[in-house]
Structure formats: C-alpha cells, structure tokens
C-alpha cells in the first residue's frame, strides 16, 4: 500500500534574471515522482490510503472542483492501491467531460455533482453524502486532502531536499502541503506560500489553525525548530493569484511559455506557473538578498493542462 522509496529531482534554475541578482534558485521536482499521482498530492494521499486499508474500507470518497488535481490523483491512487473511487464534485454536470475528469472516470471514479450552495454547507453536503452512500465501508478524504495526515505525508516533503535554503516556496490551495512544510523546517529557515485563490487572509488562517490543531494533536513527525510555535518561519504572499482559482492572465501563460523554453519545465496554469511568476517578480524587486538560496516546489498538477487551454486568453 505504501508507495514505493522514490528520489525526486532537484534541478538547479539558471538564467539571466538569477544571475543578475546573485540569486541561487532551484527547483524541487515532485512533479517526477509519479506519473498519475504527482506533485504534493501523492504526499498528501499517503497516509489517508494507509489509513483506509487499516480501517478496511473497500471505497475512498473525496472532494473537488471540476479541474481538482486532488479528484483525478485520488482517481489514480484508487485504481493503483485497488480502492473503489467516489468524486462529490462541486457544481452542474457538462455535456463533455473536461480532460480532468475524463481521467477520473478512465480511473474508474464514480462522479456525483452537487450544487454549489449545497458543496458550501458541509453540514447538509456529509447529510447528503449520507443518504446517497449509506454504505459503512468508505473513508472520506476532505477536499484536497486536507486533514492532518495529508500533513503528515507533506512534512516528508523537505526530506528530498539535498541542499541547504532560505526560503521554500510552494503554491496554496488549501494550506496543507505549507503547513507540512512549515513543521519540517530547520531553524532559520523561511517559507513563503503563495496563495492561488482570490480570498484576502484565507490561506494565512488556515495554516494557522492547521499548525495549532498539529500542536495540539501532537502530529508533529519531526521539527528541529525548539519551540514548535511556528510564529516567525513562514508568511503567505496573496499578490500573484491572477484573478483567482483557475484564472490565467496573458502574462502568466507568457511567463509559463517562456520558462519552459529556457528551463525545459512545464508549469501548470493554477498552482506553480504562479508561484513561479511571483518568486521572479519578487526576485527582481530585491525581497530578496544577492547569495540567498530559493527553493520552489514543483507540486505537478500538469494532467490540468489541457483543460486549462480556453482561460489563456482571459
């Protein structure tokens, strides 16, 4: 059930905005860590998988939007780890599937849309899910596994890194794979989440009761840091979300093209493509010192790609 031991890349950025600015950035590749469950999401899986098959649950049940990276990696776990796979999927079906849930239905994923209003209320949406799945065998994952074993996976992210940072970087949806990140930081290191959604504060309160309810709870794996109240070690940057979750502006997608024409990186258009664009920008406005090292979280999501081609040219 456990996947299997992994290395991920680490590849170093060079180029003329890097260079010009004394400034040592690489990026970490979880994007390569799996070819169906990529990125964050594989971490963030993990422990709930083990945790289903320990309860013996025969179906996972789990939450998302229609271009969720979390649905269509849950999708895929599913059919890797012989799970049965149900989708509450936020909103009205469409005549076509877009290209994200036309993988989660190949996978073998059961899709069951639900009005937004009722996807808002949690309450009445597990009263629903009740009563549409009375079944006493499934193991719901909340919506981009955020619980504190999708922590738990996360904090083994940094454990891939083989050089020392400053800062790490990764993409926020949900604040899970941050405060993982966040838990596993040395002294004296900094993160910075950049938020992808358009909602002032959200992700910064997240991550911080996620961090308190990890305290609390005691699901703290490892941390060197001697306090463990995480108050100074990491901030939340909520200036690059270009409109929102699923928003794309012509100078990101020209910001993406010309990244993977120097780098050879594929970005994707929700989650890194705007981390990316912000630690440059950041770069360039001197936040900053020459001689400090950034490393940024390539947390995959690239299977969204092709379903993202209609907002380039929003």
Same mark, same amino acid.
């Given at each position: 059930?456990?996947p299997?031991?992994?290395?991920?890349?680490?590849?170093?950025?060079?180029?003329?905005?890097?260079?010009?600015?004394g400034?040592?950035l690489?990026?970490? #590749?979880?994007?390569?860590?799996?070819?169906?469950?990529?990125?964050?999401?594989?971490?963030?899986?993990?422990?709930?998988?083990?945790?289903a098959?320990?309860?013996?649950?025969?179906?996972?049940? @789990?939450?998302?939007?229609?271009?969720?990276?979390?649905?269509?990696?849950?999708?895929?776990?599913?059919?890797?780890?012989?799970?049965?796979? /149900?989708?509450?999927?936020?909103?009205?079906?469409?005549?076509?599937?877009?290209?994200?849930?036309?993988?989660?239905?190949?996978?073998?994923?059961q899709?069951?849309?639900?009005?937004r209003?009722?996807? #808002?209320?949690?309450?009445?949406?597990?009263?629903?899910?009740?009563?549409?799945?009375?079944?006493?065998? /499934?193991y /719901?994952?909340?919506?981009?596994?955020?619980?504190?074993?999708?922590?738990?996976? +996360?904090?083994?992210? @940094?454990?891939? /890194?083989t050089?020392?940072?400053?800062?790490?970087? +990764?993409? +926020?949806?949900?604040?899970?794979?941050?405060?993982?990140?966040?838990?596993?930081?040395?002294?004296?290191?900094?993160?910075?989440?950049?938020?992808?959604?358009?909602?002032?504060?959200?992700?910064?309160?997240?991550?911080?009761?996620?961090?308190?309810?990890?305290?609390?709870?005691?699901?703290?794996?490892?941390?060197?840091?001697?306090?463990?109240?995480?108050?100074?070690?990491?901030?939340?940057?909520?200036?690059?979300?270009?409109?929102?979750?699923?928003?794309?502006?012509?100078?990101?997608?020209?910001?993406?093209?010309?990244?993977?024409?120097?780098?050879?990186?594929?970005?994707?258009?929700?989650?890194?493509?705007?981390?990316?664009?912000?630690?440059?920008?950041?770069?360039?406005?001197?936040?900053?010192? #020459?001689?400090? @090292?950034?490393?940024?979280?390539?947390?995959?999501?690239?299977?969204?790609?092709?379903?993202?081609?209609?907002?380039?040219?929003?």
């Amino acid at each position: 059930m456990e996947p299997a031991p992994f290395i991920i890349p680490l590849q170093a950025i060079h180029d003329g905005i890097t260079n010009e600015y004394g400034i040592n950035l690489f990026m970490l #590749r979880t994007d390569l860590n799996h070819t169906y469950i990529s990125g964050n999401k594989l971490f963030k899986l993990k422990y709930n998988l083990l945790e289903a098959k320990k309860k013996d649950c025969k179906t996972i049940l @789990t939450f998302g939007g229609a271009f969720s990276n979390h649905i269509a990696a849950t999708a895929a776990a599913g059919k890797e780890y012989g799970f049965s796979t /149900i989708g509450i999927i936020r909103g009205e079906a469409s005549a076509e599937l877009n290209p994200t849930l036309e993988f989660a239905v190949a996978c073998g994923m059961q899709l069951q849309y639900v009005s937004r209003t009722l996807y #808002r209320n949690k309450e009445e949406l597990y009263n629903y899910i009740n009563q549409q799945f009375p079944e006493k065998n /499934i193991y /719901i994952i909340p919506e981009g596994g955020s619980n504190e074993l999708g922590i738990m996976g +996360c904090q083994e992210i @940094t454990q891939h /890194i083989t050089t020392d940072f400053n800062y790490v970087c +990764c993409p +926020c949806g949900t604040g899970v794979t941050m405060s993982g990140i966040i838990l596993s930081l040395k002294e004296k290191q900094q993160s910075i989440g950049f938020q992808i959604l358009k909602a002032d504060g959200y992700i910064k309160n997240e991550v911080s009761n996620w961090l308190q309810t990890a305290s609390q709870n005691n699901t703290i794996i490892k941390s060197e840091i001697p306090d463990k109240t995480f108050s100074n070690n990491w901030s939340i940057n909520e200036d690059y979300h270009f409109g929102g979750y699923a928003r794309v502006k012509s100078d990101l997608t020209a910001f993406i093209k010309k990244f993977k024409n120097s780098h050879n990186i594929e970005l994707d258009y929700i989650y890194t493509g705007k981390m990316m664009f912000g630690i440059y920008d950041l770069i360039k406005k001197n936040h900053f010192k #020459r001689g400090e @090292t950034i490393l940024a979280i390539h947390t995959g999501g690239l299977q969204g790609n092709a379903g993202m081609e209609s907002f380039k040219k929003i």
